[in-house]
Structures are given as C-alpha cells and as structure tokens.
C-alpha cells in the first residue's frame, strides 16, 4: 500500500524502506501525551508517522523529527508539508548521532531498529530502518542521557528479547522503566513486541498487555479503543 490514510493525516511510503506497521500505530496510540512534554524528538522518523502522531496528541509541542536516510527524509518531508501541523514539527535530514543543536528535549521517542546480526536486505533504505548499523541502542541511550532534560522520557517498541537487552542498559544508566505494554499479535500467541517507557525520574512500573486481534482474525476492541483516534475504519 503507497498510501495510508488516517483521521487527520495520510502517509505516502513509496520512497521509504519501512512502511506504516502496527509497531509505530501502537507506540504513538500508548504513549500519554503529558503537559512537560514541550519539545519532542523523533530519532528516525521514516515516514514522519510518529512525529504525526505526536502533534496530533499535543495542542503546543514542538517536534524535532530526524532522518538519516534520504529517501525516508524526502518521503518525511512530504508528509509532514501536508499535514496542518507542519508549523510545529521541524524536519532534519541527518546523522541524528552528530545532531547540532544545544536544544534539550522533555520527551524522546524512536521505532528503533532491532536487527543486529540478521541477513540484511539489499536495499539501504531497509538496512538503515531495521538493522543497527546507523542506530544501536548504546546510541539511543546516550542521545536520551545527553539531548533529553533531567526529567526527560524515552519511549519505543522493540521485539521482547530485545526489549529485556535494553531495559538491562537502561538500568545501568540509573533511570526507570515506568511503563510496559506486552503486546501479542493473536489470545493464544506468546508476547511478540513491547512498548516502552523510560523515564530519568524514579518511578514504579505501571504494566499493561495488549492482544492485536480477536479469535475471530478481526482486530480486538482493546485495539481498536487504543488506536481510534487514528485509524479511519475505528
């Protein structure tokens, strides 16, 4: 599909090398937009979904979306130049590791890639979205420590064995996990993603399941509740 359309706003995906997928929808549909979150950095936005997203959850925050790859930055930019929030969401096309600016961010959110020692597809703008060669999660942690506020917020999805590898780095960092969505795709699958959210405040860990699709095949109402604001058929 070349393009998805949603309540407020359509991505066109042809130039990037990750489509819309549930990952991002759920991400972006779980994470609570809260009043500190001023400045926000998208660290590989792809399509620009995520920053999308954010400003449609927000009234007032700025958005730094950053893109490494040219493709997805020209698919970004489109995007985001029709979309009624492009005032509020500055687009960036480079290295987000070398990223120049003295700006700190109140929240931080990322689809990260999760690959690391998997067969690479032949195309780049794949690579770049889906296996750690740009991104690893060191470099994510270390542009949160660095770009994000003292009571800043990290947010993402990972596949569960990789989420448990980055949780065990967050700890060593000193910061907390304060929410995580387990996520299964079918009632009698084993959890496939989670949803995370870090924070540099110490918190307690609020935990949550979501389950994609019914018995039925169809998506489940928690699903649907979870992402109505952005899905055209909810």
Aim: charged share 20%; proline share 3%.
């Amino acid at each position: 599909m070349s393009t998805f359309r949603f309540k407020q706003f359509t991505i066109h995906q042809q130039l990037s090398g990750m489509k819309v997928g549930t990952d991002s929808i759920i991400l972006g549909s779980a994470i609570e937009m809260k009043s500190k979150y001023k400045r926000i950095l998208d660290v590989g936005t792809g399509t620009g979904l995520l920053s999308l997203m954010m400003a449609q959850k927000s009234l007032n925050s700025d958005i730094t979306a950053v893109e490494i790859d040219s493709n997805a930055y020209h698919q970004a930019n489109i995007n985001i130049d029709k979309c009624k929030w492009r005032n509020r969401i500055n687009l960036i096309h480079a290295d987000v590791k070398q990223l120049k600016t003295d700006d700190k961010y109140d929240f931080i959110i990322c689809n990260p890639p999760y690959f690391i020692n998997s067969q690479q597809s032949n195309f780049i703008s794949k690579n770049t979205a889906r296996h750690q060669v740009e991104l690893t999660f060191k470099d994510l942690l270390n542009i949160w420590d660095k770009k994000g506020k003292d009571d800043s917020d990290l947010a993402c999805v990972l596949p569960i064995n990789e989420s448990e590898k980055l949780l065990g780095m967050v700890k060593i960092y000193g910061y907390s996990l304060a929410y995580y969505l387990e996520i299964r795709p079918h009632p009698n699958s084993n959890p496939k993603r989670a949803v995370m959210l870090f924070s540099k405040n110490k918190s307690i860990t609020i935990k949550s399941e979501l389950c994609i699709h019914n018995n039925q095949g169809g998506y489940s109402q928690s699903y649907i509740n979870l992402t109505q604001d952005f899905y055209l058929s909810h």
